[in-house]
Every structure is written in structure tokens, then in C-alpha cells.
């Protein structure tokens, strides 16, 4: 009897346990961060701490990714364009709430990121298509601020309190765009997430500077001693340059370099650019050391107050001396006494001073129209940042005024007329 032949057994598939797919083949210089078994432990601390992957290609598309995330796009420019038309209603009202919201409008500067990475790494193409969108936004916080100052003109005697403040360089101000830079490169390169502490410190120190030199030429005169234009634009220009150093310091710390030899020069170019800027708009010794610690007041006038000098001025006196004559005859001495010095009141602003009991406060004794001569006495008080001087007025009233509204002059009071009566006899 024949056996039916055996059929045979399908082949059972092995199990994907018992398979061994190939090896993937890895970028050449890739180092996944998960993987630092092999490393040695201080090689591993560093690889986590690390901003910036180590390989070549992994730093390439993290370039093209922050290319991408810093090019500026219609919400960008809308943004600086409200924010602009904020700001320039807070400096003709005068107010600093607005100011505050007109940064919170600001947009995030990632174009100002750009242009520095593109700095950075000799990228002359993406330098100059970030550094247009940048200077866009900027013109737009400036024509919005222009129009504010045009339509000041319509009130009188606006004071435009902020815009001067804005309009100067001032230690704190330089503080918080060298930090706010740093922490918006390292918060872009390291996350998507927008910065947003690190963006508003930033735009307070580009949008301000720039909306109050729009106020300035709108305006078209200065104001409290202050010329917003150009000095607004001026302060802007030391900000970015200060801004752009930092921030490319910055990266090149965090190991972001040109590709080819030939991009060095964008970043030594725009360093020495930054550097200059910092030095002649800034004037590094006198106006850093004495305009950015003086106080956050200007005098309306250049002229300086001339104080009461130690010039002696020869009355004669009689003392007497004695004799053998029954009548005592008297000898001429000398006595000094200070010339008197007398200022002329000059408040623009205000269109007068006030005269008080003490300086810095107390009550007032009378109000000076500009104009008004008055008696500098050798007197002088310094309370806060403000300095009072002692004066007298025609009236003979003294008191306390600030050294601000005072114009030296070489003006002196008329003389007092002299009656004579003549007896009747």
C-alpha cells in the first residue's frame, strides 16, 4: 500500500525578535544625545549641557530651523505698527501706562536674531533680508510717532516728559538691552517657545528710543533743553549696536562660526561697525561718565549760572581812634563783602518758578514769571538728583529755587529812588 506523500509543512516566518535589520548609517560626526554611554563622564556633562548639537548636520538644519523661525512675516510688521501707534499716543498724553502696553504690543525680534546669526556666520544674503525687516519695523514706529508729534501742534505747551526721558542714554537702559539680548539668543537657539521677558526687555530699548525721535521731528523744536530728534535716533543706533555685539558674543560662545574662511569678514565688519558706534555716539568718556549719571533733568538753556564769586568789593567804615582832642577822629577800614550776582528766571515749560521755604519742598512764598530778576545768594542745597539755590527777590523774599530755571544775566536792579523833604520852616 502506498503512502500518500507527505506534504510539507509551510515555512514558519522567524519573529521579528529573531531578526537582525541592518544598521542605519549615521551622519558622519552625529551624536545622539541619548547614546554618551561610551563617552568619558566629563565628555558626557557636557554633551547635555550643550545648546548646539556637535554635528555637522545636525547644526545645519538647526540653522535652516532658526532661519525659518527668524524671517519676518505680515503679523511681525502689523505688530510694530500698532505698537508704534501706542507709544506715540502715550508720549502725547503724556502717559506711562500706555507706554508699558505699547511694549507688550511689541512683536518678538526674531529678525534681529536673524540678522545677528547671519552675522555670526558670514550668511551676507540672510544678513541683509533680516536687517530690511528690522529697519521696516522701525520705520513704522517711527512715521507713527511723527504723526503723534504733528498732532501736538494742535495744544500748546505739551510737556513731553517721556519723550525727553527716552530720547537720552542712561545706564539702567544699556543694562536691560545687553541682558534682554542675551537671554533672547539663548531662549531662541534653544527653544520655539517665544521669550517673551526677553523680547520685551529688547523692544524697550529699539521702539522707545525710536518713537520719541519721531515725536522730536514732528514736533520740530526741542523740548525742556532736550532734542529728541535726532538724539532719539542716535540712543536707538548705540542700543542695536550694543544689542548686536552682545548677542554675537553670544553665539559665537555657544559655537556658532562661519563655514568658509570668507564669512569671517560680516562678523569682524559688523563688530568694528558696533564698536565705532558705541564709541562716537556715546562720546565713551564725557558723555557716558557725566550725561548718563547725571540726574534725569535738563537745564532749558545751555548758559551756566554764574554764582556769587569771592570778589571783594571795598566799603569804608569809621572806627574811631583815640586822641588827646576832646572830639574823636575817625580812620577809614576795610570790610569785604561778596559782589552780588543775579540770575533771570527762564521755565519754558512751566512759564515761571516758584519760591519756596526750603529746597526740595516746603511752602510756597511766591511765583516768578520768566523774566523776573532775582538775587543769587551763595547758598546751594542738593536734594535727590535736583539742585536748589537760595535767592532773593526785589521784594527782598528769599527762598529755595532750582538751579534749572536759573539764566545767569549781568543785569542788576534799578537803583531805589530817594526821597528829600525839606523842612517848613
Not at 519723550?163 to 536691560?176: K, T
Not at 547725571?294 to 549760572?305: E, I, K, N, V, Y
Not at 543775579?342 to 515749560?349: D, Q, V, W
Amino acid at each position: 500500500m502506498d503512502l500518500p506523500e507527505k506534504t510539507p509543512k509551510p515555512e514558519v516566518p522567524i519573529s521579528s525578535e529573531e531578526s537582525f535589520p541592518e544598521e542605519p548609517i549615521l551622519a558622519e560626526g552625529f551624536t545622539p544625545i541619548g547614546d554618551l554611554a561610551h563617552l568619558p563622564r566629563a565628555r558626557r556633562r557636557r554633551a547635555q549641557r550643550m545648546l548646539v548639537p556637535p554635528g555637522a548636520n545636525e547644526r545645519a538644519a538647526l540653522l535652516d530651523d532658526l532661519a525659518r523661525r527668524a524671517f519676518p512675516s505680515f503679523e511681525f510688521f502689523l505688530l510694530a505698527f500698532l505698537c508704534g501707534v501706542i507709544l506715540g499716543a502715550a508720549y502725547l498724553l503724556n502717559a506711562p501706562a500706555l507706554l508699558l502696553l505699547g511694549i507688550l504690543f511689541a512683536p518678538l525680534l526674531t529678525p534681529w536674531v536673524g540678522m545677528t546669526l547671519a552675522a555670526v556666520t558670514g550668511s551676507w544674503r540672510f544678513f541683509f533680508l533680516t536687517l530690511g525687516g528690522l529697519l521696516v519695523a522701525e520705520a513704522l514706529v517711527f512715521l507713527t510717532g511723527a504723526l503723534a508729534g504733528l498732532a501736538s501742534r494742535l495744544w500748546d505747551n505739551l510737556p513731553f516728559y517721556y519723550a525727553r526721558i527716552h530720547a537720552q542714554l542712561w545706564w539702567p537702559d544699556l543694562l536691560v538691552v545687553a541682558l534682554g539680548a542675551v537671554l533672547l539668543v539663548i531662549s531662541f537657539v534653544r527653544s520655539e517657545q517665544k521669550p517673551n521677558l526677553a523680547g520685551v526687555m529688547l523692544a524697550y530699548g529699539l521702539f522707545l528710543p525710536i518713537s520719541a525721535a519721531g515725536i522730536g521731528l514732528g514736533i520740530g523744536k526741542e523740548i525742556g533743553g532736550v532734542t529728541p530728534w535726532p538724539n532719539g535716533l542716535l540712543v536707538f543706533l548705540v542700543h542695536l549696536a550694543l544689542a548686536t555685539l552682545v548677542g554675537g558674543i553670544v553665539l559665537v560662545v555657544l559655537r556658532f562660526k562661519p563655514m568658509k574662511a570668507s564669512g569671517y569678514l560680516l562678523p569682524v565688519l559688523l563688530g568694528l561697525l558696533s564698536l565705532i558706534a558705541l564709541v562716537v555716539f556715546t562720546g565713551l568718556v564725557t558723555f557716558i561718565r557725566d550725561g548718563i549719571t547725571a540726574g534725569r533733568h535738563m537745564a532749558p538753556t545751555p548758559t551756566t549760572l554764574i554764582l556769587p564769586s569771592a570778589t571783594p568789593a571795598v566799603f569804608q567804615t569809621a572806627t574811631p581812634l583815640p586822641t588827646s582832642a576832646p572830639s574823636p577822629t575817625f580812620s577809614p577800614t576795610d570790610t569785604l563783602e561778596p559782589t552780588p550776582s543775579y540770575a533771570i528766571i527762564t521755565s519754558p515749560e512751566l512759564g515761571g518758578a516758584n519760591i519756596r521755604t526750603e529746597p526740595g519742598g516746603g511752602t510756597v512764598l511766591t511765583t516768578l514769571i520768566n523774566g523776573s530778576l532775582v538775587q543769587v545768594l551763595s547758598e546751594i542745597e542738593s536734594v535727590g538728583t535736583r539742585t536748589w539755590v537760595r535767592v532773593r527777590t526785589l521784594n527782598n523774599i528769599e527762598g529755595w529755587v532750582l538751579q534749572t530755571v536759573l539764566t545767569a544775566t549781568t543785569l542788576t536792579p534799578p537803583p531805589v529812588p530817594t526821597t528829600t523833604f525839606t523842612p517848613i520852616p
